[in-house]
């Protein structure tokens, strides 16, 4: 079915050579912006709530996808209306091509100021618990509404501003109609549609996807090498495992810093010990694109991040025990610690040293690249929608 619109017909006649073609803007029009934006989409709606039927597990979570619910939200995606200057979407900073992450350590906002924290990739979002690196959101439908107000990123801290500046554009009133039964716009509906497209973003068709079906036959000897210490020789697993490979632990201190100057999570760690560098465990599916990498994106590479692991982990007092020695409450030991024993045994903390050679580096590197989606990257479902019309 195709969108129209009488008030859009008025304004423009669009002819594109290929089936499927929607919608135009009107004369509305910000002087600051070089031409109108209008979304182009297909005269039948993606199936946003396809899934390989070969995979082992739910991308989608407990939510029921919508394919006309999913396609408001890939245009509200990349709506830059919904940014102060009308030049900032959340597709500004959550970019396709690096799964849906940025790939700078910090992302720039409607008035040009870097955000406080490396912008996280969009990966399977349907079975993720906590949202932010600081876990300050619970619910996807409550985080999406969240860089739109923000004051860094996209400034539109009034809700009614948001839905006026929608109903101000003529594409919007059939999309919603289609989506709820009506084209009246409001934040609630504007949360439920993103929710949607934004849950859609499923990844599972990697290397690693393909191969858990063929006993990884599909894999290089370096790639199976990496394979087994990251799920087996080291305790990578123990905290980037399950179905989207980040873990049951939601949030960890891994040790960056020894006196965070971001706090990340707030909480309480004892009862009289705030929390401190505690971040949300990320998925590592598709790692090998979405650097740089932790929350102040500090490591631009993945041999920086593995040798981190490997011999640069700090003795934080509230260090995640799946960072520490055996003989001390973790998991896993790897020979004699190396460091300032002093600082160590002042801060009752024993963090790993994993002695890795380089070729084992390597291979886990190379096991790491094998989580990359490149289907993704190039889905036409999930790229924007957006062309330009008029001078």
């Not at 619109?5 to 073609?21: D, W």
């Not at 890939?74 to 209306?81: D, G, H, S, W």
């Not at 939601?250 to 560098?277: C, H, M, Q, R, W």
Request: aromatic share 12%.
């Amino acid at each position: 079915m195709k969108y129209e619109s009488t008030a859009i017909r008025k304004f423009f006649l669009l002819l594109i050579p290929v089936t499927g073609v929607l919608i135009i803007n009107s004369c509305h029009k910000d002087m600051s912006v070089p031409g109108a934006r209008v979304p182009v989409l297909p005269a039948e709606v993606y199936k946003y709530d396809s899934v390989p039927g070969d995979i082992d597990f739910n991308p989608f979570g407990q939510l029921v996808i919508n394919n006309d619910l999913a396609t408001l939200g890939r245009v509200l995606f990349y709506e830059t209306q919904l940014s102060m200057n009308n030049r900032i979407s959340c597709g500004t900073c959550h970019k396709q091509r690096f799964a849906f992450s940025d790939n700078e350590a910090f992302s720039v906002g409607f008035e040009n100021k870097l955000t406080g924290r490396n912008t996280p990739a969009f990966i399977n979002t349907g079975i993720q618990s906590g949202f932010f690196w600081d876990l300050r959101e619970a619910t996807l439908g409550s985080m999406v509404l969240k860089p739109i107000a923000n004051h860094i990123e996209m400034g539109l801290e009034s809700q009614s501003y948001m839905v006026r500046k929608l109903e101000a554009l003529p594409y919007y009133a059939e999309l919603f109609t289609k989506a709820f039964g009506s084209p009246e716009i409001t934040t609630d509906k504007i949360s439920r549609a993103l929710e949607q497209f934004v849950s859609s973003i499923i990844s599972v068709q990697s290397k690693f996807d393909i191969g858990k079906s063929a006993n990884f036959a599909n894999f290089t000897e370096q790639e199976e090498e990496g394979r087994q210490l990251f799920f087996h020789d080291l305790p990578c697993s123990a905290c980037h495992g399950g179905s989207n490979l980040s873990g049951l632990s939601i949030a960890e201190n891994i040790g960056l810093e020894l006196d965070y100057k971001d706090n990340g999570v707030v909480g309480d760690f004892s009862p009289t010990e705030a929390l401190d560098g505690w971040f949300k465990v990320p998925t590592v599916r598709n790692i090998a694109v979405t650097g740089p990498y932790m929350h102040d994106g500090r490591f631009k590479t993945l041999e920086e991040v593995v040798e981190f692991y490997n011999s640069g982990i700090l003795p934080h007092r509230q260090l995640s025990t799946m960072m520490r020695k055996h003989d001390n409450g973790g998991f896993f030991f790897f020979g004699e610690d190396l460091g300032n024993h002093q600082l160590e045994l002042q801060n009752n903390c024993f963090p790993l040293r994993m002695h890795m050679t380089s070729d084992q580096k390597a291979a886990l590197v190379a096991f790491l690249h094998t989580l990359t989606d490149n289907r993704l990257m190039t889905d036409p479902r999930f790229a924007d929608p957006f062309t330009l019309v008029g001078e």
